[in-house]
C-alpha cells in the first residue's frame, strides 16, 4: 500500500517540477523590472523566494520517490539530483536572508538570481534528458535526423556472413545498449541479469526471461514490444528497440533460442531474410556457382575458332566471360569440338541438340569444367555410356537428354551428380516407375518427363 502510494506520488514528479519554474520565473521578473519597490513590492518578492522554495522541496521530495522505483541509473540521475537540491537551497537561503531583513548589495543579489536561473536550466535539461531521452532537445529541430536505433555491423562481418551468429551479432550488441547498465551481475534490476545468454534465459524475480520457441510468452520479449507508454515497457528510459531489433529478436526465439545459430539459418523464413537484407545489408542467398567464379574473358585469338558458321554464340554476362555456345550444324565431328579446347573454361552455357553427337563426343565435353547448362535432345545415339563421361561435370545444373536413347542406369549416374537441380528425360528409354524412384531419392532435383 505504502508503495504504491509513494510509486504515485513519484509519478507526479514530473507535473510538480513546473510549480517552482514558474514561480521562481516570476519571483526574479518581478525583482528585476519593477523600479520602485516599496514595501509591499519587497514582501511580494519574499513570500516568492519561500514558495519556490516550498514547491521545490515538494518537487524534489515526490522526485526521490521516482528515482527509487530502479527504472533511472544513478549516473543518469546524478547531476539533476543535486542541481536540484541545490536549486532548493539556494531559494530556502534567500527566503530566510529576506525574512530576517538581511540588506544584500545590487551586484549580490544579481548573482543570486543568475545562479538559481542557471540551476534551474541544468536541473531542468537533465531532468528532460531521463524521460524524453538524450538528444530530446535538438531532434526535432528543423534538418536534424531523429535518432531512431540501429544495429550496425563492420564490413568484414557482412562480407563474411558464413561466421554470423544471431545472438551474438544481432542481439547481444542492442542489449548490451539497452539493457545491461540495468540488468547486470552487480545491479540486476527486476532480478534479472542479461550479461549472458545463459542468465537471460534463466530470466528474473517472474521466472523465466526466454521461453524456447514462444516470444509471445517470452518476459523479456513482451517487455520490449508493449507499447511506449505501457508502465512495463523496457527499456523504461532511453530510445527503444526498433521494428527490425524486435522482429529478429522474435525469430531468434521462434526458432530455438540458441547461442550458435548462424544468420544464414534466416533461409528458411523469406520474411526475416528480408529483413537481414534490408536492415543489416546481408546478402544472404545461396549464391549459384556462377556468381562465385572470376573467369578472365577469352582473348580475341581463341574467339576467332568460333567465328564459323557451325556455332552461334553470345556472353552471358557484362564481363564477358561466361559463353553461351550453340552448334548449328546437322552432323558434328571431333574436330568441332578439338576447335573450343581452347576456350573450354569460358563455355558455361552448351547447346549440342539434333547434330547426331554420340558418345564419344561427349567424352570431350567432360572435359569443360564449368558447364552448368548441357542441352544435347534429339540426338539417338547417346547411351548410357555417354552419360557416365559426364559425372566428372562438377557444376552441371540442368541437363536436356530428350530424345535420346538412355535408360534406368543414368537416372543412376546422375542421382551421384549433386548439383544437378533440372532434367529433360522425355522420349527416352525411362521409365515413369524410375522416374518416380528417382524422384524420391533426389526431391530437390526437378525432372520433365512429357505431359
Ligand atoms: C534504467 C534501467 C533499466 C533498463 C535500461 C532496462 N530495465 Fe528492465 N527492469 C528495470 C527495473 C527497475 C525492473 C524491475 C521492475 C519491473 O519489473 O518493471 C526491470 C524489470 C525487467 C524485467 C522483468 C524481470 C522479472 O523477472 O520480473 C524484464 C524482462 C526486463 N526488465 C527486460 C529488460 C530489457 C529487455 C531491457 C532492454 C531492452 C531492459 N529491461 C532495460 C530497469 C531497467
Not at 6 to 33: C, E, M, Q
Not at 103 to 113: A, G, L, P, Y
Not at 226 to 239: A, L
Request: proline share 4%.
Amino acid at each position: 500500500m505504502l508503495v504504491e502510494l509513494l510509486d504515485f506520488l513519484g509519478s507526479l514528479h514530473p507535473l510538480i517540477v513546473h510549480l517552482p519554474i514558474g514561480i521562481v520565473l516570476l519571483t526574479i521578473a518581478i525583482d528585476v523590472f519593477m523600479r520602485n519597490k516599496n514595501n509591499s513590492v519587497q514582501r511580494v518578492i519574499t513570500m516568492g523566494w519561500f514558495f519556490s522554495f516550498f514547491s521545490g522541496l515538494l518537487a524534489a521530495i515526490f522526485g526521490w520517490f521516482l528515482g527509487d522505483n530502479g527504472y533511472y541509473l544513478e549516473s543518469q540521475i546524478n547531476i539533476h539530483k543535486w542541481s536540484g537540491i541545490a536549486f532548493v537551497s539556494i531559494c530556502f537561503i534567500l527566503w530566510l536572508l529576506r525574512y530576517t531583513n538581511f540588506r544584500f548589495s545590487k551586484s549580490f543579489n544579481r548573482s543570486v538570481n543568475l545562479t538559481s536561473i542557471i540551476l534551474l536550466m541544468i536541473t531542468g535539461h537533465f531532468g528532460g534528458e531521463m524521460t524524453h531521452g538524450q538528444n530530446y532537445l535538438f531532434e526535432n529541430l528543423p534538418y536534424t535526423k531523429k535518432k531512431i536505433s540501429v544495429t550496425t555491423l563492420s564490413e568484414s562481418k557482412r562480407s563474411n556472413n558464413d561466421s554470423l551468429f544471431v545472438y551474438e551479432d544481432l542481439i547481444h550488441p542492442v542489449m548490451e545498449e539497452k539493457c545491461i547498465a540495468c540488468h547486470n551481475q552487480n545491479l540486476a534490476s527486476g532480478g534479472l541479469n542479461m550479461s549472458s545468454i545463459e542468465s537471460m534465459i534463466k530470466g528474473g524475480n517472474s521466472g523465466a526471461g526466454i521461453q524456447n520457441g514462444n516470444p509471445f510468452e517470452s518476459l523479456i520479449y513482451k517487455r520490449v514490444s508493449y507499447p511506449h507508454d505501457h508502465p512495463k515497457f523496457m527499456p523504461p528510459t532511453g530510445v527503444p528497440l526498433s521494428y527490425d531489433q524486435i522482429a529478429t529478436l522474435e525469430w531468434w526465439i521462434d526458432n530455438g533460442a540458441e547461442k550458435q545459430m548462424p544468420v544464414t539459418l534466416t533461409r528458411n523464413d523469406p520474411k526475416t531474410l528480408r529483413l537481414m537484407e534490408l536492415q543489416y545489408g546481408l546478402d544472404l542467398r545461396e549464391k549459384t556457382y556462377l556468381e562465385t567464379l572470376t573467369l578472365s574473358s577469352p582473348s580475341q585469338e581463341e574467339l576467332k575458332s568460333i567465328e564459323g558458321e557451325e556455332y552461334i554464340w553470345r556472353f552471358l554476362n557484362p564481363e564477358q566471360s561466361f559463353l553461351d555456345l550453340k552448334f548449328t550444324k546437322k552432323k558434328i565431328e571431333i574436330n568441332d569440338l578439338l576447335k573450343v579446347q581452347s576456350i573450354k573454361n569460358n563455355i558455361t552455357w552448351l547447346n549440342l541438340a539434333d547434330c547426331m553427337l554420340n558418345d564419344n563426343h561427349l567424352s570431350y565435353i567432360s572435359n569443360f569444367p564449368n558447364l552448368t547448362r548441357l542441352r544435347i535432345q534429339k540426338n539417338p545415339l547417346v547411351t548410357n555410356k555417354g552419360i557416365e563421361a559426364l559425372q566428372k561435370l562438377e557444376h552441371l545444373t540442368e541437363l536436356n537428354l530428350y530424345g535420346t536413347r538412355v535408360s534406368n542406369n543414368t537416372l543412376i549416374t546422375l542421382g551421384q551428380m549433386k548439383s544437378l537441380k533440372k532434367l529433360f528425360v522425355w522420349n527416352t528409354r525411362i521409365t515413369d516407375k524410375d522416374i518416380a524412384d528417382f524422384k524420391a531419392l533426389n526431391p530437390d532435383v526437378e525432372v520433365i518427363a512429357g505431359f
